[in-house]
């Protein structure tokens, strides 16, 4: 990913398990980036959370140490991303 380039991006957890389904879990989502946004390293366009993936329409403005090309570390959950440059 570039910065300042607006994707959309579909991230989805492994063997598309229904981990999302809970509100307290899409609220620890929503306000990851909504920190992120406040800090002026993203800007969120739209988002939508479903039970096992999400889409976000956004840009980076800054790096955040989780861009693609970093490697799982022990702690992260593995999953399917793709993102498409618009």
Sequence with gaps: MQFDNVY????TIK??????????????IISS?????DRK???VYGFVIMPNHLHIVWEMNEPNGKEIGTPPG??????????TQF
């Design 8 to 11: 959309f991006w579909t991230d």
């Design 15 to 28: 063997d598309w398990k229904r981990l999302l389904k809970l509100d307290k879990y899409k609220e620890v």
């Design 33 to 37: 980036l909504q920190e992120l946004t």
């Design 41 to 43: 390293m993203i800007r």
């Design 74 to 83: 022990p702690t992260q959950v593995s999953t399917n991303t793709r993102a």
